[in-house]
């Protein structure tokens, strides 16, 4: 079946611009997971879903970053007048279980570049 | 706190030549490991992880891992490297708080495949 879709792959905002980022996780899976890689760097939490429910936001680094599940499939990633350090690739993950040691699934990423 | 540590940001290997990734963890209770992939411009791909069945664990690709307890590492193996394998590697640490859980990824070993 298919797998984590991600879209935009590429967005460029400029500074002070609102963004939205979408993901599509595999049908069925209960888990979706954010995750904000900087170049050279790994992946970083930002948030996690149980269906609908947002269950985990700690890692959001500021109130700018916003993030929905309303009907516990796809989800969405805002962040509100974007800065220059918000610039990453966001990964989107999703799992058929909501037990630590399944697997995760990521998408591509959108590449986020403000300028 | 449970965290891993990735030596060497970059390892340079003959093709044919064994391939060795050191990741080495903290964690106060029995973890949950694993080891992503990353090609550019993609996604993370599971290649193998460790859920305490077994402390050799073999992975897609060749690859595989065995789980040192008492030296808190999880060190990543293929017997012989092949031009594709050249690629971002991440090891991974699941967290669980409360009724969340999350990866948390080292700083990445980018290895690199000389003809």
């Known amino acids: 079946g298919a797998g984590v879709s991600q879209s935009p792959r590429y967005k460029v905002a400029k500074r002070g611009q609102d963004v939205a980022l979408r993901c599509d996780p595999i049908s069925g899976h209960v888990s979706l997971f954010w995750y904000q890689q900087a170049l050279g760097q790994g992946p970083e939490f930002l948030t996690y879903?149980?269906?609908?429910?947002?269950?985990?936001k700690s890692g959001l680094p500021s109130d700018r970053f916003f993030a929905e599940r309303p009907e516990g499939s796809v989800s969405t990633l805002k962040i509100q007048r974007t800065q220059q350090e918000d610039s990453a690739v966001y990964l989107c993950?999703?799992?058929?279980?909501?037990?630590?040691?399944?697997?995760?699934?990521f998408g591509p990423g959108t590449r986020l570049t403000v300028t | 706190a449970q965290s891993v540590t990735q030596l060497g940001s970059h390892v340079s290997v003959s093709e044919g030549a064994l391939v060795l990734l050191r990741c080495n963890y903290s964690s106060s209770v029995p973890p949950y490991l694993f080891w992503y992939v990353q090609y550019p411009n993609q996604g993370l791909q599971l290649l193998l992880k460790y859920t305490s069945a077994a402390t050799l664990v073999k992975g897609i690709n060749g690859f595989e891992a065995e789980f040192k307890k008492s030296e808190t590492s999880f060190h990543l193996t293929k017997p012989s490297a092949h031009m594709s394998d050249a690629a971002e590697y991440f090891c991974a640490v699941t967290i669980k708080r409360d009724s969340s859980y999350k990866l948390i990824f080292g700083s990445g070993t980018r290895l690199l495949v000389r003809p």
């Open positions: 993950a999703s799992s058929n279980r909501d037990r630590p040691f399944y697997e995760q699934y």
């Open positions: 879903f149980q269906n609908e429910a947002q269950l985990d």
